[in-house]
Structure formats: structure tokens, C-alpha cells
């Protein structure tokens, strides 16, 4: 007969068993906002002041309101819009356009009309605003370098700031408050630093057992840099101390982006899988969930007070072999993932 001491113990074997499959659920799709228009679509941002999510489309960036999906207004005149910044105490937005010679669009947060163009480098992509410098930050893939402008610079006759070489080609960004920038460097699988202070990279860190880092974010607390690899999947996690890959863990296949909130890091595939980690100890992390979600989810934004995920993505015609499948006209989503019971 079992004493009532071994009864008690059994039961915390298995709730201690029991507890990372109650963590592997806790993750889930909990609707989908139908939003429609015409175009792809790269990074969303998300303003958690407004709610609203901010979408390059291509030729235009789309203002949704992220409780209903609905359209609040469609900024046009962008000839391939990649990424938004915003900066509330600016009242202004800002859209890195890759096409042409390069652009950034600047736009009124309030009434999402067009203040002005400033004249960028080609292919401008990640973009992001980093209060401890005060600038608004964009990287160009094709000439490797990384860009800055003030927030209130004049819309119609202003200009960019010197650009910085990187000695590669960076993808994504991120700042850790202190005035430093850490960029990927996809064709090097390298993160460079830039000192903005200084103008400068001041350190060159290698991904591996990563390669080809895409996505970019960072716990500035913890001093965390979460890397997005594509070849291999991984998700790198990094001292942005001194570059030391703290863990390589296995996630789908081509990641976009990665992000961070309330302690616990995601990265988004497209192949249908939103990958999230835990420091489960001091130094050590573990993918303890991956969410199914729909083909072509590879982007996201969360809004950090709500801790709710949206993620863009479309319904697909069915592929040739060797071909990337299409998106079907006019059935662009966003899917949002919570908690349960959120």
C-alpha cells in the first residue's frame, strides 16, 4: 500500500512532467482578420499606443486596425516599400522604399498623408527608430551600408546623414539603447556592431553554427540577440556583449524575422511554424512550443501590451516544382497568435 508521503511525490513527478506540455499549448492562432488588396508584403509594425498595424504592400504601406482588420488608410507612392518606423513624439511615420534609387517616405501618424520623400540608397530595407541616438535607422542591402536620419528632419529638402559602410549585406537591425546598432550581414553570416556615436562598426561576430541571418531582435535587459538563420535553421542565441553564441536552436524553414516579449522570443517561418524560446536557466534556452501557422507566415509584429502576434500572410496557388507559389489575388490576411484563453 502506498504511503500518503510516495502519493504526494507521484503527483509532483507529474505535474513536473506534465508542465512543458501545458507550456507546448499555451501558444495558439486565435483569429484571422481578412484585410484583402493587392501586393506582397515584408515587415509589419505594430503601434502599441494605436493598435495599428502598418503594412508595406509593395506600391503602398496599409494602416489596420488590429482589433478588426479593418483599413484605416492606404498610404501610396512607393515603388517597393519593405519596412515602417514610427515615432509617436515625432508624429510621424516612416516607410523604407528599396525601389529605385532608394527612398524614405515620411508620413503624418495622425492622418497618414505623405509629408515628403527623402532620398535613400537603393534596395533601403530594415528600418527601425532607436531613441537612444534619436535617429531613425535604415539599412541598404545592395550598397551595405546603414543609413540614419533625425525624426524632424524637413520633409521636402532634407537629407540623410553620412552613410556607413558595413562590409556586407544587412538585412535586419536592431539597438540596444545604449548607442549601439547590431545589423545581420546575411552574405557574411557575420553581425557587425555600428557605435553611433562614433559612426562606426567597432566588432565583426560570426552566426555560426548559424548562416544566412535574417531576422534580428534583442532582449536589451538581458543583453540577448536573438538571429534568425536560414541555412542552417537556426535560431542564434548571442551575447551582444562580446558576440559568444550562447545556443543554436532548430527552427523552419526561411525565417524572417524575430522577436521579443515578456521573456520569451519567436521566429516566424514560412513554412508554417512559429518557433518560441525560453531561458529555461542561466544561459540556457529551449524551443518549448512551435505553433502551426498558415504557409507564408515568414513576418510579424507584437503589440507588447497586449502580448498579441500578427502575422501577414496570404492564401497560395499551387507551385510547379522549383517554383515559389503565388499568392491567390485578394486573400491577404493577418493571423493573429495569443495565449489560451486571451
Not at 63 to 68: A, F, L, M, N, P
Not at 121 to 147: E, H, N, T, W
Not at 240 to 246: E, H, R, S, T
Not at 248 to 270: H, Q, R
Request: aromatic share 6%; glycine share 12%; charged share 20%.
Amino acid at each position: 500500500m502506498r504511503t500518503a508521503r510516495s502519493i504526494v511525490v507521484a503527483l509532483a513527478l507529474v505535474l513536473f512532467i506534465g508542465a512543458p506540455v501545458l507550456a507546448q499549448s499555451e501558444w495558439t492562432v486565435t483569429k484571422t482578420l481578412h484585410v484583402g488588396g493587392e501586393g506582397g508584403w515584408d515587415y509589419l509594425t505594430v503601434d502599441p499606443q494605436t493598435h495599428r498595424l502598418y503594412v508595406p504592400r509593395g506600391t503602398h504601406t496599409m494602416v489596420i486596425d488590429s482589433e478588426s482588420g479593418k483599413t484605416i488608410a492606404d498610404i501610396p507612392g512607393q515603388k517597393r516599400a519593405h519596412g515602417v518606423a514610427i515615432v509617436p513624439q515625432a508624429g510621424r511615420g516612416f516607410i523604407s522604399d528599396g525601389g529605385g534609387d532608394g527612398a524614405v517616405v515620411i508620413f503624418d501618424l495622425r492622418t497618414n498623408a505623405v509629408l515628403g520623400t527623402i532620398a535613400a540608397q537603393p534596395d533601403a530595407d530594415g528600418i527601425i527608430f532607436d531613441p537612444a541616438s534619436g535617429r531613425v535607422l535604415v539599412v541598404s542591402g545592395d550598397k551595405g551600408v546603414l543609413m540614419s536620419l533625425k525624426p524632424d528632419v524637413d520633409p521636402k529638402t532634407g537629407k540623410l546623414d553620412p552613410p556607413i559602410d558595413l562590409g556586407g549585406k544587412p538585412e535586419f537591425l536592431a539597438g540596444d539603447g545604449k548607442g549601439n546598432v547590431y545589423i545581420n550581414l546575411v552574405d557574411k553570416n557575420e553581425v557587425v556592431v555600428v557605435n553611433l556615436n562614433a559612426r562606426k562598426v567597432t566588432a565583426r561576430w560570426s552566426v555560426a553554427p548559424g548562416g544566412a541571418p535574417v531576422g534580428m531582435s534583442m532582449d536589451t535587459k538581458k543583453r540577448f540577440l536573438f538571429i534568425g538563420c536560414r541555412n542552417p535553421q537556426k535560431l542564434i542565441v548571442m551575447s551582444a556583449d562580446n558576440g559568444k553564441v550562447l545556443a543554436d536552436l532548430p527552427i523552419g524553414a526561411s525565417v524572417d524575422a524575430t522577436k521579443i516579449d515578456d521573456g520569451l522570443a519567436f521566429a516566424s517561418c514560412a513554412d508554417g511554424s512559429l518557433a518560441v524560446a525560453r531561458e529555461m536557466s542561466p544561459g540556457k534556452f529551449e524551443i518549448v512550443q512551435t505553433v502551426k501557422t498558415p504557409q507564408g507566415a515568414r513576418t510579424m509584429g507584437i503589440d507588447p501590451t497586449t502580448h498579441m502576434i500578427y502575422l501577414p500572410t496570404s492564401e497560395f496557388e499551387e507551385a510547379k516544382p522549383g517554383t515559389r507559389p503565388r499568392s491567390k489575388p485578394g486573400t491577404f490576411m493577418i493571423v493573429v497568435v495569443a495565449r489560451r484563453g486571451r
